[in-house]
């Protein structure tokens, strides 16, 4: 029995896994992941499916041509990150469901060792790994802690921005900790969780209120709540751009101060919910004002960001009001 025939004998059809991959005129990236997720996975049971959001750079003609066997789905509109999900989801027939992004590159079979590593961790119910930046440096979003009173008043106040490294100061990114050891997290980001099925039929899948950005976040609290603890492994790592398919950062900044809102509603006390909401209002403040001055001192690329942050502050009386 040669090499291969031996690492395909390792898996069952218990291990049939369904990877999502929705995509938004990320034409070559898309790709690579695709070429990366092919060569690195020897799981025999995997299928693949892109949902290509109406993209109009050619993206799926060219999935097409170049994957075959990829199954593809040709949107008509873009109708984000969750709904996508969703719709592939619930055509899945297999065990497992592996949400991956097309901003990606799997290295050194981080798909089989995710696999390996849910099936060695029952109790966690949600799993991630870790990511890197192409030069291989470390990209720490790959799973965060929640939002919680004293996370948002470290952010408001600039603690967490002085601070950055520390758990203390910045608890939701977990400070300096650098996803080299497994441990449990609140939240695994979408760009490689991998979950049962049937969790995910459970859990109804993501909230469609969430169009983009804080669904994972929702989908990982409601499920802790039936018990689930997600885990992330380091010995499953990727590469992960972030953002590709993203607009501006002031763009991005609203959308993702609407799904905060929206979380904080969701998931606190309602007691303090007023505080979140309060410290919200405080942080975009704060950033508006203090890029605006280094702006004025500074010049430069500074004044681009201090524009983001004052588009921020501008569009609070909508992202005030969450999805």
């Keep these: ?20 991959m929705v995509s938004y005129n990320t034409r070559a990236l898309t790709l690579a992941a695709l070429r990366t997720l ?3 996975t020897r799981n025999p049971f995997l299928r693949a499916v892109v949902f290509d959001n109406a993209s109009s750079d050619g993206s799926a003609d060219a ?9 593809l789905i040709r949107s ?26 097309p901003d ?54 600039g603690l967490t921005t002085l601070f950055p490294r520390t758990s203390l100061f910045h608890p939701e990114a977990m400070g300096s900790w650098r996803r080299d050891t497994v441990r449990e997290v609140d939240i695994v980001v979408g760009c490689l969780m991998l979950i049962r099925r049937e969790l995910w039929a459970r859990l109804g899948g993501f909230d469609l209120r969430y169009y983009i950005y804080g669904e994972e976040a929702d989908l990982c609290l409601r ?13 499953a790592e990727i590469m992960h751009l972030v953002g590709a398919s993203s607009k501006t950062l002031g ?41 605006g001055l280094a702006a004025r001192l500074l010049g430069g690329r500074m004044r681009q960001r201090a524009d983001s942050w004052v588009r921020l502050w501008r569009a609070r009386r909508d992202w005030m009001k969450g999805y």
């Design 38 to 40: 092919f060569a690195e």
């Design 76 to 101: 008509p509109e873009n109708v984000g990150f969750a709904r996508a999900n969703n719709i592939v989801a619930a055509q899945a027939e297999t065990e497992w469901l592996l949400l991956l992004n």
């Design 1 to 20: 029995m040669n090499t291969l025939e031996t690492s395909l004998s390792q898996f069952e059809t218990t291990d049939s896994l369904t990877v999502i």
């Design 223 to 235: 499920a802790a709540r039936l018990g689930c603890r997600p885990m992330v492994t380091p010995d």
């Design 104 to 157: 990606t590159e799997v290295h050194d079979g981080a798909v089989d060792r995710l696999l390996a590593f849910a099936k060695a961790n029952p109790e966690a119910g949600i799993y991630g790994g870790r990511t890197v930046f192409p030069d291989g440096s470390l990209n720490f979003a790959s799973c965060w802690q929640q939002i919680t009173p004293w996370s948002i008043f470290c952010a408001a106040s």
């Design 63 to 71: 999935i097409a041509a170049a994957f075959p066997e990829v199954e």
């Design 251 to 291: 763009d991005k900044l609203v959308l993702l101060a609407k799904a905060r809102v929206t979380l904080i509603r969701d998931h606190w006390p309602r007691a303090w919910v007023p505080f979140g909401l309060a410290m919200m209002w405080t942080w975009s403040a704060t950033r508006a004002a203090g890029y």
